[in-house]
């Protein structure tokens, strides 16, 4: 299977884009299926789980099997009723699966946070699941499992969840490598003019229309340029030095708020933001709390009253300690106390964003939209990039491989998502033009 799963380029699709077949090692116990999609506003892993219900299951039971694995604990939002009452129906024989419906929180599908929720394990600061025998996969990874096992379809396409601004919010199918503009002609858009988010509101970022469609693109957002998210996504150095030795409190509700923080790690941003009110950016103990950072910017967009961005700075010291190579001590720490009101709704989150009136469920659109010319990623996952194997002038057709990955390194194939003509080969894509 793992063979199989790396020849058919397979990486996370929910997110930073982890080659899937490093995380099936042998010695595993428990398989944790992130069908949490916390972030506001996105529909994609909730209509893959209502319109593949029977693949997943299908899939779910032969990893069980194949890896030894003693449970399958699958997390989904408890309001998604008539989703559990039939993935309940279809495993109603599977004692190894269980279905575990979490509360309608940010951020629930946050990989360490849902593993605590679903298994009562926690996953200390700078490990990684596997040294907890936990695999953990978004329900759109499975799905491509799936589709690698019994269709023997590599990844080529991607669901999509794309909202906002439209008149209605769809979750289509696309191939890789299209372009947001591409994708922007299929809804109808509402407003004159408007900005795109890449992902969710809380993780994702504005991006340009020339921007393609990736393994790991979950959501476009088509957002008007007066929304708060907006306001404190562009706003300029609101992270800034001064800003924080000016303003911050020291009121702690960015480490009171912080989901890392409440799983017991040592991730403490008022420290880091008093270390830099105070200038005591040499003072390794304050700096090193950015480490278990997951950039969830709950502390940044709901935490702090006085519109600082905590997540900002600690993502940036996180980046340079790790330019260092200063790693996380991985060291364990007492379990946290059950305090749920520190918990943050979905809905609260959503008033305090702006984005109340685009809360609406996407319709699913299973066919898929196969553009003039794709711009195929070699480097969108973690870890080295493909190699081309293709030459500028080659007919490929779908699902051909067209870049190689390192099988004894972090990497993945890349497979042609359209049958076509290579019309380019550059560091970062291979073009290829529809025939
Ligand atoms: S929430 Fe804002 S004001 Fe309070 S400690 Fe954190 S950064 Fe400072
Ligand atoms: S972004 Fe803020 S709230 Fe999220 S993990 Fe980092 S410090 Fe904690």
Same mark, same amino acid.
């Given at each position: 299977?793992?063979?199989?799963?790396? =020849?058919?380029?397979?990486?996370?699709?929910?997110?930073?884009?982890?080659?899937?077949?490093?995380?099936?090692?042998?010695?595993?116990?428990?398989?944790?299926?992130?069908? %949490?999609?916390?972030?506001?506003?996105?529909?994609?892993?909730?209509?893959?789980?209502?319109?593949?219900?029977?693949?997943?299951?299908?899939?779910?039971?032969?990893?069980?099997? %194949?890896?030894?694995?003693? !449970?399958?604990?699958?997390?989904?939002?408890?309001?998604?009723?008539?989703?559990?009452?039939?993935?309940?129906?279809?495993?109603? &024989?599977?004692?190894?699966? =269980?279905?575990?419906?979490?509360?309608?929180?940010?951020? %629930?599908?946050?990989?360490?946070?849902?593993?605590?929720?679903?298994?009562?394990?926690?996953?200390?600061?700078?490990?990684?699941?596997?040294?907890?025998?936990?695999?953990?996969? #978004?329900?759109?990874?499975?799905?491509?499992?799936?589709?690698?096992?019994?269709?023997?379809?590599?990844?080529?396409?991607?669901?999509?969840?794309?909202?906002?601004?439209?008149?209605?919010?769809?979750?289509?199918? %696309?191939?890789?490598?299209?372009?947001?503009?591409?994708?922007?002609?299929?809804?109808?858009?509402?407003?004159? =003019?408007? /900005?795109?988010?890449?992902?969710?509101?809380?993780?994702?970022?504005?991006?340009?229309?020339?921007? !393609?469609?990736?393994?790991?693109?979950?959501?476009?957002?088509?957002?008007?340029?007066?929304?708060?998210?907006?306001?404190?996504?562009?706003?300029?150095?609101?992270?800034?030095?001064?800003?924080?030795?000016?303003?911050?409190?020291?009121?702690?509700?960015?480490? /009171?708020?912080?989901?890392?923080?409440?799983?017991?790690?040592?991730?403490?941003?008022?420290?880091?933001?008093?270390?830099?009110?105070?200038?005591?950016?040499?003072?390794?103990?304050? &700096?090193?709390?950015?480490?278990?950072?997951?950039?969830?910017?709950?502390?940044?967009?709901?935490?702090?009253?006085?519109? &600082?961005?905590?997540?900002?700075?600690?993502?940036?010291?996180?980046?340079?300690?790790?330019?260092?190579?200063?790693?996380?001590?991985?060291?364990?720490?007492?379990?946290?106390?059950?305090?749920?009101?520190?918990?943050?709704?979905?809905?609260?989150?959503?008033?305090?964003?702006?984005?109340?009136?685009?809360?609406?469920?996407?319709?699913?659109?299973?066919?898929?939209?196969?553009?003039?010319?794709?711009?195929?990623?070699?480097?969108?996952?973690?870890?080295?990039?493909?190699?081309?194997?293709?030459?500028?002038?080659?007919?490929?057709?779908?699902?051909?491989?067209?870049?190689?990955?390192?099988?004894?390194?972090?990497?993945? #194939?890349?497979?042609?998502?359209?049958?076509?003509?290579?019309?380019?080969?550059?560091?970062?894509?291979?073009?290829?033009?529809?025939?």
């Amino acid at each position: 299977m793992r063979a199989q799963i790396f =020849e058919a380029g397979i990486i996370g699709a929910g997110g930073a884009g982890f080659p899937t077949h490093i995380k099936l090692a042998k010695g595993m116990a428990y398989l944790i299926i992130n069908g %949490a999609e916390c972030e506001p506003l996105m529909y994609t892993d909730y209509e893959i789980m209502m319109q593949f219900s029977e693949e997943l299951v299908t899939i779910i039971r032969d990893m069980l099997n %194949a890896l030894g694995l003693k !449970k399958a604990i699958w997390g989904i939002k408890s309001k998604h009723k008539a989703l559990i009452a039939q993935l309940n129906t279809i495993t109603s &024989l599977d004692d190894a699966i =269980e279905i575990c419906p979490l509360p309608n929180i940010y951020p %629930a599908g946050d990989e360490l946070t849902l593993i605590y929720k679903c298994a009562n394990i926690i996953i200390p600061k700078g490990q990684l699941p596997s040294q907890k025998k936990v695999i953990a996969l #978004n329900v759109e990874t499975l799905y491509n499992i799936y589709k690698c096992i019994y269709e023997k379809q590599p990844v080529t396409d991607k669901y999509i969840t794309v909202t906002g601004a439209v008149e209605e919010p769809k979750v289509i199918k %696309a191939a890789i490598g299209t372009t947001f503009e591409e994708i922007i002609k299929h809804v109808t858009v509402t407003i004159p =003019e408007y /900005d795109i988010l890449l992902g969710g509101p809380m993780m994702g970022s504005f991006v340009s229309a020339d921007i !393609k469609v990736t393994k790991t693109t979950k959501a476009i957002i088509l957002l008007p340029k007066d929304t708060v998210l907006y306001h404190k996504k562009k706003a300029i150095g609101i992270g800034s030095i001064k800003r924080v030795m000016s303003a911050c409190s020291q009121c702690q509700m960015c480490t /009171d708020l912080c989901p890392r923080n409440r799983l017991g790690h040592k991730v403490e941003p008022h420290k880091l933001m008093n270390a830099f009110a105070n200038g005591l950016v040499q003072n390794s103990d304050k &700096l090193h709390t950015a480490l278990g950072c997951c950039g969830c910017n709950t502390c940044s967009y709901y935490a702090c009253h006085h519109d &600082l961005s905590p997540a900002e700075l600690m993502m940036m010291v996180k980046r340079e300690l790790m330019k260092e190579g200063i790693k996380p001590s991985g060291e364990e720490y007492p379990r946290p106390s059950h305090n749920v009101t520190a918990e943050i709704p979905s809905s609260r989150l959503l008033d305090k964003l702006g984005l109340k009136q685009y809360d609406k469920p996407a319709m699913f659109k299973a066919q898929k939209i196969i553009p003039r010319i794709v711009y195929m990623p070699i480097a969108a996952h973690i870890g080295k990039p493909a190699s081309p194997i293709v030459n500028v002038g080659d007919y490929v057709r779908t699902a051909q491989k067209i870049a190689s990955g390192d099988l004894t390194g972090i990497s993945a #194939n890349i497979h042609s998502s359209i049958n076509g003509v290579v019309k380019k080969i550059t560091q970062t894509e291979i073009i290829i033009e529809g025939r």
